[in-house]
Nanobody, 124 residues
Framework: QLRLVESGGGLVQPGGSLRLSCAAS????????IAWFRQAPGKEREAVLC????????YSADSVKGRFTISRDNAKNTVYLQMNSLKPEDTAVYYC?????????????????WGRGTPVNVSS
């Protein structure tokens, strides 16, 4: 059973930074694509970033390019989302998801396991 637990969310001022963690248990992250999705209040969930299992290539949504990065530490079975230059429009619940594959996907239904999410609130 795929189990993912997100952490690191919270309240941050505009322009600030946060690092979210996605810890996996019950499986080894090495062979899974990991993506971060987010859902803002009143909006649909969207794919933000993804890291492949084959060559660690990444996908980034245009809205976060140059500000957010994704990385994996297979030894710790954890994936990270580094968020810099945060904006109020980044406010959302952030979810990590795992997919048994090599390449990234933005399609939610293609992911086999999900965490429960961690909230991020960007506000002054």
């Amino acid at each position: 059973q795929l189990r993912l637990v997100e952490s690191g969310g919270g309240l941050v001022q505009p322009g600030g930074s946060l690092r979210l963690s996605c810890a996996a248990s019950g499986f080894t992250l090495d062979y899974y694509v990991i993506a971060w999705f987010r859902q803002a209040p009143g909006k649909e969930r969207e794919a933000v970033l993804c890291i492949s299992s084959s060559d660690n290539s990444t996908y980034s949504a245009d809205s976060v390019k140059g500000r957010f990065t994704i990385s994996r530490d297979n030894a710790k079975n954890t994936v990270y989302l580094q968020m810099n230059s945060l904006k109020p429009e980044d406010t959302a619940v952030y979810y990590c998801a795992a997919r048994w594959s090599t390449g990234c996907s933005k399609v939610e239904d293609e992911y086999n396991g999900w965490g429960r999410g961690t909230p991020v609130n960007v506000s002054s």
